[in-house]
T-cell receptor, first 113, second 110 residues
Framework: EPEVTQTPSHQVTQMGQEVILRCVPI?????FYWYRQILGQKVEFLVS????????KSEIFDDQFSVERPDGSNFTLKIRSTKLEDSAMYFC???????????FGEGSWLTVV | KNEVEQSPQNLTAQEGEFITINCSYS?????LHWLQQHPGGGIVSLFM???GKKKHGRLIATINIQEKHSSLHITASHPRDSAVYIC????????????FGTGTRLQVFP
C-alpha cells in the first residue's frame, strides 16, 4: 500500500523559532495538501498545491506559513516565528488525478513552548 | 456558511453490534469523504461519495443529496473498529478544500 510519509513525527520548538515540516507524497500524485488539527478540535485545511504553485489557501495560511516542493519528491511546510497557538498536529496529504481517494500521512505533532 | 455536523459525538458498542454514524451538511456539496482517525492520530480515507451507496468489507456509506445527509454503518463491529470517524465535505466543484466534521469517537468493547 503506498503511503505518505511525514517527518518529524514530533517536534518541540521555542516560540519565535522557524520550523520546517517535511512530507513525501505518493510518487505519482499531483495534488498536495497541508491540514492541521489543534488538540481537541476539528481538522482544518491550510493549503493545497498543484503544478508547483498554491492552488488554494485558508485564512489561517498567512505570511507566517509557506510551502515548497524543492525537488520531485518532498513537499514542505515552513512556519516562521512560531507562536504558542501553532501547536497542533500537521497532516500532509496527497491524491492523484482521479481524485477519488486522498491519502494522509501519520502527522507531525508540533509543540511550541 | 459551509458546515459539517456529526452525531453522535461519542458512541460505545458491544462487539457484534451494528453501528451508525451520521453526518449532515449545511448546503450542497460536490463530494463527501468518510475518514478514520486512529488513536495515534493518523488519518485513513474510507470512502468518497457523491451519490448513492458504497460498501467495503463491513463498512457501508450512504448519502442522500436531497436531505444533505450521509451515514456510515459498521456491521458486526469489532474492538479494532475503535477509532474516531470523521466526515468531511467538498462544498464546490472548484475547490479542493475539505471541511471537516468534529468526528465521532467509537469504542467497541469485547
Amino acid at each position: 500500500e503506498p503511503e505518505v510519509t511525514q517527518t518529524p513525527s514530533h517536534q518541540v520548538t521555542q516560540m519565535g523559532q522557524e520550523v520546517i515540516l517535511r512530507c513525501v507524497p505518493i510518487s505519482n500524485h499531483l495534488y498536495f495538501y497541508w491540514y492541521r488539527q489543534i488538540l481537541g478540535q476539528k481538522v482544518e485545511f491550510l493549503v493545497s498545491f498543484y503544478n508547483n504553485e498554491i492552488s488554494e489557501k485558508s485564512e489561517i495560511f498567512d505570511d507566517q506559513f509557506s510551502v515548497e516542493r524543492p525537488d520531485g519528491s518532498n513537499f514542505t511546510l515552513k512556519i516562521r516565528s512560531t507562536k504558542l497557538e501553532d501547536s497542533a498536529m500537521y497532516f500532509c496529504a496527497s491524491k492523484d488525478s482521479s481524485g477519488n481517494t486522498i491519502y494522509f500521512g501519520e502527522g507531525s505533532w508540533l509543540t511550541v513552548v | 456558511k459551509n458546515e459539517v455536523e456529526q452525531s453522535p459525538q461519542n458512541l460505545t458498542a458491544q462487539e457484534g453490534e451494528f453501528i451508525t454514524i451520521n453526518c449532515s451538511y449545511s448546503v450542497g456539496i460536490s463530494a463527501l469523504h468518510w475518514l478514520q482517525q486512529h488513536p495515534g492520530g493518523g488519518i485513513v480515507s474510507l470512502f468518497m461519495l457523491s451519490s448513492g451507496k458504497k460498501k467495503h468489507g463491513r463498512l457501508i456509506a450512504t448519502i442522500n443529496i436531497q436531505e444533505k445527509h450521509s451515514s456510515l454503518h459498521i456491521t458486526a463491529s469489532h474492538p479494532r473498529d475503535s477509532a474516531v470517524y470523521i466526515c468531511a465535505a467538498l462544498f464546490s466543484y472548484n475547490t479542493d478544500k475539505l471541511i471537516f466534521g468534529t468526528g465521532t469517537r467509537l469504542q467497541v468493547f469485547p
